[in-house]
């Protein structure tokens, strides 16, 4: 049936606009629903999945017994020889496990207390929350005993070292340099009381507890990894959902008072998931700190700067920490180094290099 003209305008009138997506943007509609797709920050975690993967296959090949890739895919399948099977299933592939979550978790800890402070300095490893948790690990080990499990004491230390730096930088909340200064003081004395305990312990005793203070995936507990598993499969997406708010806590706290943040809220909320995946992961690895700076940097670099990179942060902590533990394996072989001194001499020129470049202050 032909429409006259009058009928055919009035058509166009009441048909939806075409929404036109922003440059650098995908647009994904269905029905009443659509969805912006960010094309660089897309391609940045594509990036980190595919170097994450090609990561992975080396460190499960790789090693005092080197293993081809036939050899690799059989053991991964279950089905290979036996030596292949049990260097990949019982001995690396859990370790490679370890290492993905604790990078991640590191990270993304990384990453939230960095916009919650606004500075790129401000991570778990530099205002005390690794140290607190370390404490009060090694506590547990060389005090009262591993049966106390030192994964729950290590979520004890890391909130203890949040609410006395919160508490100390009271006046400054967590913004600027009085909360990063609180929090290496508070660091520095967890760290005193580390090597005090250690110190009054017989040499057995102290070298059971000598994991926690250096971060290592060696002597990782396969409790305290499926906790961090479950920790992270929660914590992640709750840090996915708070993004929006988060990207507005960035600017000034009238503007994102003015813009529906309820910024005390979403501060304690943003600050317990930091405190949370930090002392997970802290309880799987020992304090690797540095990755929770490397981690987010990384992840800055290669995605846009309109959000927070919270999923590449989690990709590019865990490539991070997977490349230093295969670092630390096969550097001085058969002698492993723990991967808390391989992230330390990596993440230590890359702090030197923060504070120097002119840009260094501000997230905003």
């Known amino acids: 049936m032909l429409l006259s003209p009058v009928e055919t305008s009035r058509r166009h009138a009441t048909a939806p606009a075409e929404v036109s997506a922003p440059p650098g943007h995908w647009r994904l509609a269905w029905g009443r629903h659509s969805l912006l797709i960010d094309r660089r920050d897309l391609g940045a975690i594509l990036l980190l999945l595919l170097g994450l993967l090609a990561a992975s296959a080396a460190y499960l090949a790789l090693g005092s017994v080197p293993l081809g890739l036939d050899e690799l895919y059989a053991g ?12 990949i299933q019982e001995l690396r592939l859990p370790r490679l496990i370890a290492a993905w ?26 205002i005390g929350i690794d140290n607190g948790a370390t404490a009060f690990a090694v506590a547990s080990v060389v005090g009262l005993g591993v049966s106390l499990a030192p994964p729950a004491m290590a979520l004890a230390g890391a909130t203890t070292a949040a609410a006395l730096t919160f508490g100390l930088a009271s006046g400054g909340g967590t913004r600027g340099y009085r909360f990063i200064v609180a929090g290496i003081g508070v660091g520095a004395v967890f760290g005193a009381i580390t090597q005090l305990l250690l110190a009054r312990v017989a040499i057995d005793t102290a070298n059971a507890a000598y994991p926690w203070t250096v971060g290592t995936l060696n002597a990782r507990s396969g409790q305290a990894v499926t906790v961090l598993a ?27 008072s003015g813009l529906g943040v309820t910024l005390h809220r979403r501060r304690r909320q943003v600050l317990s998931l930091s405190v949370l995946l930090t002392a ?50 096969l550097l001085l072989a058969p002698i492993e180094l723990p991967v808390g001194i391989v992230t330390a001499i990596v993440g230590g020129p890359w702090l030197l290099w923060i504070l120097l470049r002119p840009a260094a202050k501000p997230l905003a």
């Open 280 to 329: 997970l992961a802290v309880a799987v690895a020992g304090p690797v700190g540095l990755v929770g700076l490397v981690g987010p940097e990384i992840a800055r670099a290669l995605t846009s700067k309109r959000g927070v990179p919270l999923l590449a942060s989690a990709l590019a902590g865990a490539l991070v920490m997977v490349l230093a533990d295969l670092t630390g394996r």
């Open 230 to 256: 479950l920790g992270l499969a929660i914590g992640l997406p709750l840090a996915l959902a708070l993004a929006r708010s988060l990207s507005l806590m960035r600017f000034s706290d009238a503007v994102a």
């Open 101 to 126: 979550l604790t990078g991640a978790a590191f990270a993304v800890a990384g990453c939230l207390m960095q916009t919650l402070a606004r500075n790129r300095l401000a991570t778990p490893g530099i």
């Open 76 to 87: 991964l399948a279950g089905h290979g020889a036996p030596l292949a099977g049990v260097l």
